[in-house]
């Protein structure tokens, strides 16, 4: 019989991740930059909420956007003329802080007062890969079902603001929205979920504030 050696493959890669995110951290807090880290799933609204708050939000807005392959993103953001740098995980389905740092590097730091980065649309894989950011948001939409909470717990018990986005199609692909929120408060009663229709306009402000009051609660 041949020897069985157990290796912590996992343990090793999230620790060393967490050794980049912390150091991130310190380089936002040095340059006075607001991480936001955008996870969720596949075409749940991520760009087009990350679009609407660069439309409307007070404040210097730069952008990390990571595609698996592509600069789809990079492309969205780029019309508004801000700081923006795309970044390809190739086949992998999850940012993680080694390639997000050297996107902070080539960043303007001291030109920006919130750095967003939109991770690879998944719900699994992005669970255990801090990105040095000092919030995260995770976008859902209705159109993956009001199962989907139940489905995935990690990604909501690690996230600091919810957003159920696209509640304009929620009755055409029947989607209970109440019982998405109950969802998300049982894994995480403390977080703060924001329904929203970006399509129509509905909530956005609600994020704007919640944005902008965690920032403040992480200053004080
Ligand atoms: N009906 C409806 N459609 C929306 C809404 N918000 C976004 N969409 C549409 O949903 C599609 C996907 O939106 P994106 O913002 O690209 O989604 P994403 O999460 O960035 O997608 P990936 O980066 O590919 O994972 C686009 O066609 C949007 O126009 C909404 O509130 N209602
Ligand atoms: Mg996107």
Known sequence: MHKVADIDVQH??????K???DRITKKFDESNIFGVDFVGAIGSGKTSLIEDLIENMEGKIGVIAGDVISKFDANRFEKFNIPVVGLNTGKEC????HLVEHAVNDMPLDKIDYLFIENVGNLICPVDFDLGSHMRVVVISVSEGDDTVEKHPLI???ADL???NKIDIADAVG???EKMVKDVKTLNPNVEVIKTSLKKEIGLNNIIHAIENFKKDKQN
């Open 162 to 164: 919810v957003i159920i």
């Open 12 to 17: 090793n890669i999230t620790k060393a991740n």
């Open 19 to 21: 050794k980049i995110a």
């Open 94 to 97: 999850h940012l993680d802080a």
């Open 175 to 177: 989607a209970d929205t």
């Open 156 to 158: 909501f018990q690690s």
